[in-house]
């Protein structure tokens, strides 16, 4: 399960590492059903959000251990013998949603979802996000465990549909060429202990080798962190390679939050004329990873 997150991406191990683990649970009793439940989603959700460690260590154990709690109760809780092969799955998936937004907002990472990334079943997303992914790939991996003639049949049907529903609807108006932007620099190292210019001359180190054509630039978030943007001389650099692209830039900012504690975290569109032209401050933080619960 681990090794299907990324950064390894091997997307169909999911689905064997659910088929080991639903022949593991079977018609144990209900304190071993809960224990395997538990030490099967640690054993994926320790390694897939393993860079909580690098920012809280006490965070990161307590999450891990909570998040596998949801798991172990979900194993406790569903159904055996006859429904099993279904009640098994619609449990643990209502324990991801359940994670994908408690507590603390939710921490929606390494998820069964975004396994599936780079396989068929991501067209799934479009019908019903990600926890639609969810319960099909559960669904498909139990079914893996316990295979027949309506298991296979359900995989195809569930495949088919992840591959065409994203080319129904909608109509192509035109093209659009997106550059993004990646500026590099050294792994592992934290905010406090880096010179945020440094962070800037390198993005526009890279924004420098485009040539014009794009029709939009993408930077990450909080590639500039200031105290105000607008007013800033990062800002005028922005708009110089937006204009010297004839492209507005996206670009991540940190800023002082004026008034209040702490910071705010904004993306904000850099026009070719220099002006601002939209900006969304994000709503909800990241827990463990933008505050600290």
């Keep these: 399960m681990a ?12 689905f064997v590492g659910i088929a080991a683990f639903a022949r593991l649970v079977g018609d144990q009793t209900g304190r071993s059903r809960f224990v395997r439940g538990w030490i ?3 054993g994926w959700l320790a390694p897939g959000m393993g860079w909580m460690w690098y920012l809280t ?3 990161y154990v307590v999450a891990v251990a909570m998040f596998g709690c949801f798991h172990g109760l979900a194993c406790l809780v569903a159904p055996r013998g006859r429904w099993a092969w279904i009640g098994l ?4 998936t209502v324990a991801e949603a359940l994670r994908f937004c408690f507590p603390f907002g939710g921490v929606p990472l390494a998820s069964l979802a975004i396994s599936q990334v780079g396989g068929p079943l991501r067209g799934l997303a479009a019908v019903g996000g ?16 316990n295979p027949s003639a309506g298991a ?7 495949v088919a549909v992840a591959l065409t529903v994203p080319h129904l609807g909608g109509t192509d108006v035109r093209q659009v060429e997106v550059a993004y932007v990646q500026g590099g620099g050294p792994q592992g190292t934290r905010a406090v202990n880096t010179n945020p210019r440094d962070v800037v001359e390198r993005h526009l180190a890279a924004t420098r080798t485009l040539a014009p054509g794009p029709d939009l630039v993408v930077w990450p978030e909080n590639v500039i ?11 005028d650099e922005v708009a110089a390679e937006a204009h010297r692209l004839d492209a507005p830039i996206l670009v991540g900012i940190t800023e002082e939050a004026v008034g209040r504690d702490g910071f705010l975290n904004a ?4 026009q070719p004329d220099g002006q601002i032209a939209g900006r969304y401050e994000k709503v909800r933080r990241v827990p463990f990873g933008e505050y600290m619960p």
Excluded: K, Y
């Design 40 to 42: 099967f989603s640690v």
């Design 152 to 158: 296979a049949v359900f995989v195809v049907g569930a």
């Design 57 to 59: 260590a006490p965070g």
């Design 267 to 270: 993306q904000v569109v850099v």
């Design 89 to 92: 799955p619609a449990a643990l």
């Design 3 to 14: 090794l299907s997150l990324p950064p390894w991406g091997w997307w169909p191990l999911a």
């Design 130 to 145: 990600a926890v639609l992914v969810t319960w099909v790939t559960l669904q498909i991996g139990i079914m893996i465990a």
């Design 225 to 235: 962190d200031v105290e105000q943007f607008a007013t800033s001389p990062e800002r």
